[in-house]
């Protein structure tokens, strides 16, 4: 079994132990609704059975993300989240968990302001595993690269249809995590259709690295995780978790109890194509 916890979470044979075909990967911002329910919401993530968690670091202009996840970060910032905060939130998770793999998917501007070796580090230290950084091309990112080499940080880049097959070469040598192949042109958001063409870009991919590549953008429900699941290393799964959020709250029990249903229905996609 691999050691570094996102080789683990994609690593098949403990997949297949789990009767689990692709690995499934969850995405939530941090501080949604507020700091103490996302804390139990990834917290409930993991005992759904999800082997990375994508943890959205809020922010004021979330360029790549669709109406749902923008209003996850609006309402996070609201509240006073802070990047400390979202430091504090990974250690707050690794409290119950030291096996799933943690990764950011967060913004140029926050790694840019802070410095990339102090929020290289500061990331690692909470508990971090990898970074996506959305806007940030491979093409530019030679500091940021040299930071994550530093601190063994993996990289998570992303391939799109759009994407020539000249820089697909280009990306996968940056990339030391998994590949995040996004199966559809724009934002983020829930679809009721399946994207077209994604065996033929998970081959295209596959000829350039080895690295496992996950699919997402558009997968919301439990069918469409398994057809996925079919083809991808793993399934990316965002506002369908996160339109949920937003009706969670401390005191709301029964809607924490329609959310972990939720989460077991999907997470229950990879099985189903084991």
Same mark, same amino acid.
């Given at each position: 079994?691999?050691?570094?916890?996102?080789?683990?979470?994609?690593?098949?044979?403990?997949?297949?132990?789990?009767?689990?075909?692709?690995?499934?990967?969850?995405?939530?911002?941090?501080?949604?609704?507020?700091?103490?329910?996302?804390?139990?919401?990834?917290?409930?993530?993991?005992?759904?059975?999800?082997?990375?968690?994508?943890?959205?670091?809020?922010?004021?202009?979330?360029?790549?993300?669709?109406?749902?996840?923008?209003?996850?970060?609006?309402?996070?910032?609201?509240?006073?989240?802070?990047?400390?905060?979202?430091?504090?939130?990974?250690?707050?998770?690794?409290?119950?968990?030291?096996?799933?793999?943690?990764?950011?998917?967060?913004?140029?501007?926050?790694?840019?302001?802070?410095?990339?070796?102090?929020?290289?580090?500061? !990331?690692?230290?909470? @508990?971090?595993?990898?970074?996506?950084?959305?806007? =940030?091309?491979?093409? #530019? +990112? &030679?500091?940021?690269?040299?930071?994550?080499?530093?601190?063994?940080?993996?990289?998570?880049?992303?391939?799109?249809?759009?994407?020539?097959?000249?820089?697909?070469?280009?990306?996968?040598?940056?990339?030391?995590?998994?590949?995040?192949?996004?199966?559809?042109?724009?934002?983020?958001?829930?679809?009721?259709?399946?994207?077209?063409?994604?065996?033929?870009?998970?081959?295209?991919?596959?000829?350039?690295?080895?690295?496992?590549? !996950?699919?997402?953008? @558009?997968?919301?429900?439990?069918?469409?995780?398994? =057809?996925?699941?079919? #083809? +991808? &290393?793993?399934?990316?799964?965002?506002?369908?978790?996160?339109?949920?959020?937003?009706?969670?709250?401390?005191?709301?029990?029964?809607?924490?109890?329609?959310?972990?249903?939720?989460?077991?229905?999907?997470?229950?996609?990879?099985?189903?194509?084991?």
């Amino acid at each position: 079994m691999k050691t570094d916890r996102i080789s683990n979470a994609f690593c098949p044979q403990r997949l297949s132990g789990q009767g689990k075909s692709a690995a499934f990967v969850s995405y939530a911002c941090a501080g949604d609704p507020d700091f103490e329910s996302s804390v139990r919401v990834f917290k409930e993530l993991i005992d759904a059975g999800v082997d990375v968690l994508e943890i959205g670091v809020p922010f004021s202009d979330p360029l790549a993300d669709g109406p749902t996840n923008q209003r996850a970060a609006e309402r996070s910032l609201s509240n006073g989240m802070t990047a400390d905060d979202v430091f504090r939130l990974v250690k707050r998770v690794r409290e119950f968990s030291s096996e799933v793999a943690i990764v950011f998917y967060t913004y140029y501007n926050l790694v840019f302001s802070r410095g990339h070796e102090n929020y290289v580090k500061a !990331a690692k230290d909470a @508990g971090v595993d990898g970074l996506l950084v959305l806007d =940030l091309p491979p093409e #530019e +990112a &030679s500091e940021y690269l040299e930071a994550c080499s530093k601190y063994d940080m993996k990289t998570v880049f992303i391939v799109a249809p759009t994407t020539p097959e000249a820089r697909i070469s280009l990306i996968t040598k940056a990339t030391t995590g998994f590949v995040y192949y996004v199966s559809r042109e724009g934002v983020t958001g829930e679809r009721s259709d399946m994207a077209e063409g994604v065996t033929q870009a998970l081959d295209q991919i596959r000829a350039h690295t080895d690295l496992p590549v !996950a699919v997402g953008f @558009g997968i919301s429900n439990r069918d469409q995780v398994a =057809l996925t699941a079919k #083809e +991808a &290393s793993g399934v990316v799964v965002g506002s369908a978790i996160v339109r949920r959020c937003a009706e969670l709250s401390s005191s709301s029990s029964g809607k924490w109890e329609d959310f972990r249903l939720f989460l077991q229905e999907l997470v229950s996609g990879v099985r189903e194509a084991g």
